[in-house]
Structures are given as structure tokens and as C-alpha cells.
């Protein structure tokens, strides 16, 4: 019996997770969705995104983007 595969999180550090965490929380308001709609879709765009970013400062920022437009 084999059990199922644990996704790796998107986030290098506690801080880092606390930080995309309050984003998410800003943009599932905005974007007037639940944070259980929009946290998956953020770090799945986030671990994407951050395996081919040069500068990871502004990840939130076009992660942030590319979910509005998925979810507007």
C-alpha cells in the first residue's frame, strides 16, 4: 500500500511562509474568494515560479498577478 505523495511546500522558511501567507489573505479579500480557494492556486504559481526566478523579491508581486487574472 502506498501512500500518497505530500506536495513540498513552496517556502524556503517559517518567515517566508508568514509573509505569502498575509498576501494571500490581502488578495483572497480583493478578489472577494476564500483563502482555501486561493492558497492553492498561490503556491502552486509560487513553486513554479520560483524554481525559474533570478530575483525572488518580486514573487509575490507576479504571483499575486497571475492569480487575480485566473480568478477574475
Known amino acids: 500500500m502506498s ?3 505530500i ?3 513552496p517556502y524556503s522558511n517559517p518567515e517566508e511562509r508568514s509573509k505569502h501567507l498575509r498576501i494571500i ?3 483572497a479579500n480583493e478578489v ?3 483563502i482555501d480557494e486561493v492558497e492553492p492556486l498561490y ?3 509560487l513553486a513554479h515560479l520560483k ?3 533570478r530575483v525572488a523579491d518580486y514573487l509575490p508581486i507576479l504571483v499575486s498577478r497571475r492569480v487575480k487574472e485566473l480568478l477574475m
Do not use: Q, Y
Request: glycine share 6%.
Open 25 to 27: 489573505g490581502l488578495l
Open 43 to 45: 503556491e502552486d504559481i
Open 3 to 5: 501512500n500518497p505523495a
Open 32 to 34: 472577494h474568494r476564500s
Open 51 to 53: 524554481n525559474t526566478a
Open 7 to 9: 506536495p513540498a511546500s
